[in-house]
């Protein structure tokens, strides 16, 4: 019987992310934790011609000691957006459903967010809908502490926990020999509608 799902907030997640989403009764992405540096919170993998590259989204150095997540701002003082979509757009212009979702996302990279919450969030609506999955989400009010009553994700990756997902193989650009744990948009740009079938 499928569980009530805690996720930490996530820049493009992999795949497993979204498989637990699908999975789930009702998913609350956590907003009042502390804000953990060098993890899928603001930062991505795509590949690229010479290995794995990691996309991070700047931040603003004075708001990420001991804040919580909803208030961590973007620099956007940097020129990371270009940045990304190029890197994107290098990675994924031969892959079959580039042309279909680049522009859409795009657009929201290029939003001028304040917020890296409000960012995360849009990119995750975006995702889902693009996948098929239609999925209340909700942020959590207050933080949760880890009581056994729901399924908690938030810190899966720095205490090398997983779900059990093991994401079967699909054709990538670059790669001849398959590479799990990158972000969503593979997956997307190199299955498309059929995006789902592999969650």
């Not at 009764?25 to 502390?34: K, P, R, T």
């Not at 979702?101 to 809908?129: P, Q, R, T, V």
């Not at 207050?142 to 926990?161: A, H, L, P």
């Amino acid at each position: 019987m499928p569980s009530d799902l805690l996720l930490s907030t996530a820049y493009f997640p992999p795949a497993e992310y979204f498989s637990l989403i699908k999975n789930a009764a009702n998913v609350f992405i956590e907003q009042e934790e502390n804000y953990t540096r060098q993890t899928y919170r603001n930062r991505c993998r795509i590949p690229a011609a010479n290995g794995i590259l990691t996309l991070s989204v700047p931040v603003m150095k004075g708001t990420r000691v001991k804040a919580p997540v909803k208030d961590i701002l973007i620099d956007n003082s940097k020129r990371w957006p270009q940045v990304h979509l190029r890197a994107m757009m290098s990675a994924y212009n031969r892959s079959p459903y580039y042309q279909y979702y680049y522009e859409s996302i795009g657009k929201i990279i290029l939003g001028n967010h304040k917020y890296l919450l409000d960012l995360n969030d849009e990119l995750l609506y975006a995702c889902l809908k693009i996948i098929g999955i239609d999925k209340c989400i909700e942020h959590t009010s207050q933080y949760e502490s880890d009581s056994g009553k729901i399924e908690d994700f938030r810190y899966s990756r720095t205490q090398k926990r997983t779900s059990g997902f093991i994401l079967k193989p699909y054709i990538q650009v670059f790669k001849s020999n398959f590479v799990d744990d990158l972000s969503i948009i593979d997956l997307i740009f190199n299955t498309g509608p059929e995006s789902v079938g592999w969650l």
